[in-house]
Structure formats: structure tokens, C-alpha cells
């Protein structure tokens, strides 16, 4: 079991277990960005992915919603 890479607050190193395909832990996963590693890059692109795909869900969401309101009204 890898350790994390992650710094704590008083700059120790973090002594939780890493993140399967990370070198970081849920907690210090934020500190991966900018380093530009592949574990880093990669988290980000899924990270994003996630995103895009929760603002694709709520416009959809909202576009469905004014299309009902507008057939209810006539």
C-alpha cells in the first residue's frame, strides 16, 4: 500500500493510503493539480468529464422543464 504524496497543514506528509491510479488520498487529491504528472492529468480530464456532464444533465433538465410549463399553458 502506497502513502500519500499530500502535504497536511503543519507540512508533514499525509499518512493515509493513496487513491487506486493516484499518489494521493481522497483528502489531499486537489494538490495533484499543476504538477503535471500523468496521475495528476489524469484526475483532472476526470474530474472535468464529470463537470461536463452534470452541466449537459441540468440544461437538458431545465430545456425539458420549459417545454412542459409551455405545453401545460396551451
Same mark, same amino acid.
Request: charged share 25%.
Given at each position: 500500500?502506497?502513502?500519500?504524496?499530500?502535504?497536511?497543514?503543519?507540512? /508533514?506528509?499525509?499518512?493515509?493510503?493513496v487513491r487506486k491510479g493516484s499518489?494521493f488520498c481522497a483528502t489531499h =487529491?486537489? @494538490?495533484? @493539480?499543476?504538477?503535471?504528472?500523468?496521475?495528476?492529468?489524469?484526475?483532472?480530464? @476526470?474530474?472535468?468529464?464529470?463537470?461536463?456532464?452534470?452541466?449537459?444533465? =441540468?440544461?437538458?433538465?431545465?430545456?425539458?422543464?420549459?417545454?412542459?410549463?409551455?405545453?401545460?399553458? /396551451?
Open positions: 500500500m502506497d502513502r500519500c504524496h499530500g502535504k497536511t497543514k503543519s507540512g /508533514t506528509r499525509c499518512k493515509r493510503a499518489r =487529491a486537489s @494538490q495533484s @493539480q499543476g504538477l503535471g504528472d500523468a496521475d495528476a492529468a489524469g484526475e483532472t480530464s @476526470q474530474e472535468q468529464d464529470s463537470l461536463d456532464t452534470l452541466i449537459i444533465l =441540468a440544461v437538458a433538465g431545465a430545456v425539458l422543464y420549459v417545454l412542459l410549463t409551455l405545453r401545460r399553458l /396551451t
